[in-house]
């Protein structure tokens, strides 16, 4: 059982309100909530870690659970952190590894964020849910809901990979198929919501799916026995993984628990759809929507997230950098993934190899560093 406040990420000063119900955007100016935490378990906790099962609730000492509240949970987070020295050998890196996702319950770490999510919703009295989605939110909303015993609508393009878009329908959800990206999805959820009173677990609408992915970080942080690596990269659509990472590290660091540095953060987008690279380079607060986005990465193609802010804020506190690849590019390197390493990548994983790989060639990763590049999601979800 943990207590929490929530603090807008963009009111100044600050303010907070406190956690009961199911809250979403800050009523003053419309930016995320996020949360603080009243305490953190000590760092003498790590030994009691040791005997917790491998799943992302390990850490529940840094999840927003209130008493009696037990998790929706379909066994999501514990995946593997892979040394590829074959891979690492051939494109001229000393210490490369794969944080792969692929394993997660839905096949992909969207299962993280959803499952606080619902968990949070459903404890205070959800039995609907809405979500726009580019594919992978989509499956694991529909899972989680299912799980759950409740409702989920959720709003896709038509684009969508077809494998996706079975995978929300097996799940049980009510699928609606719309012209358009991720964000004219999110017009339709929004007006499903205020329609309906079904709980909208957009990216970033409500505070808990980050808190979901902040155990990406925490994991990281044990699985590298509490001495982070030099450098993450990371495909880079709405931001969760990005700004929930960050905060696991702050909040790390805050009570204790790190040795050494926090690593650089790296965005990689794709050059049919980067408004947080475009914004990285310009020097800019936050992202110009991108006009016409394209990229076959659909998790990544996101043209305004409302989550701009605090990415920047993650990537430029941290020393990090942005860089967009080709969708060849990408496709390439998780082919390379597939077959010099056996990791089914989805085109998302392989962006963010392409990525390192080029941020290498640029000078921005040194050769004997220890880097981290995330497998966001499974190949397999791609095929048709
Ligand atoms: C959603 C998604 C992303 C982007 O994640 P964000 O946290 O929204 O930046 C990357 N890869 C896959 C496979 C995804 O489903």
């Not at 051939?90 to 997660?104: C, H, M, T, V, Y």
Request: glycine share 12%.
């Amino acid at each position: 059982m943990t207590t929490w406040t929530l603090e807008c990420s963009a009111c100044d000063p600050v303010r907070t309100r406190d956690a009961d119900g199911f809250p979403g955007v800050c009523d003053v100016c419309g930016a995320p909530y996020l949360v603080r935490y009243d305490a953190f378990p000590l760092p003498e906790a790590k030994a009691h870690l040791r005997a917790r099962r491998w799943t992302m609730w390990r850490y529940d000492g840094w999840l927003p659970l209130a008493a009696h509240e037990h998790p929706v949970t379909l066994g999501e987070g514990g995946t593997p952190l892979l040394k590829v020295e074959r891979l690492a050998t051939r494109q001229g890196f000393a210490q490369l590894w794969i944080k792969d996702e692929s394993p997660n319950p839905t096949g992909s770490f969207k299962a993280r964020g959803l499952a606080v999510a619902v968990t949070r919703a459903v404890f205070a009295g959800a039995k609907q849910f809405v979500v726009p989605t580019a594919g992978n939110a989509g499956v694991a909303l529909a899972a989680y809901a299912a799980r759950a015993g409740v409702e989920a609508r959720v709003y896709a393009p038509a684009t969508t990979p077809r494998t996706i878009l079975e995978q929300i329908r097996a799940f049980g959800a009510d699928l609606v198929l719309l012209d358009g990206h991720i964000g004219d999805c999110g017009i339709a959820a929004r007006l499903h919501a205020d329609n309906t009173g079904a709980i909208d677990v957009s990216t970033l609408r409500e505070p808990y799916r980050i808190e979901g992915k902040k155990t990406l970080g925490l994991e990281l942080a044990e699985q590298f026995g509490w001495e982070l690596p030099d450098a993450i990269i990371y495909p880079t659509g709405g931001g969760t993984g990005l700004i929930g990472m960050w905060k696991a590290f702050q909040e790390l660091r805050q009570s204790g628990w790190l040795r050494g540095p926090l690593p650089r953060m790296y965005t990689v987008q794709t050059s049919g759809c980067a408004p947080v690279v475009q914004a990285f380079d310009s020097g800019a607060e936050r992202c110009t929507p991108w006009p016409d986005p394209q990229t076959v990465a659909a998790g990544l193609r996101v043209p305004g997230p409302l989550g701009d802010r605090l990415m920047l804020r993650a990537l430029r506190e941290s020393g990090g950098g942005a860089i967009a690849v080709s969708d060849d590019a990408l496709v390439g390197a998780a082919r390379e993934l597939q077959v010099a390493e056996g990791i089914d990548a989805s085109p998302e994983g392989g962006a963010a190899l392409a990525g390192a790989v080029a941020l290498q060639r640029r000078g921005a990763l040194r050769s004997e560093e220890r880097v981290v590049v995330f497998n966001t999601g499974a190949g397999w979800l791609y095929r048709t």
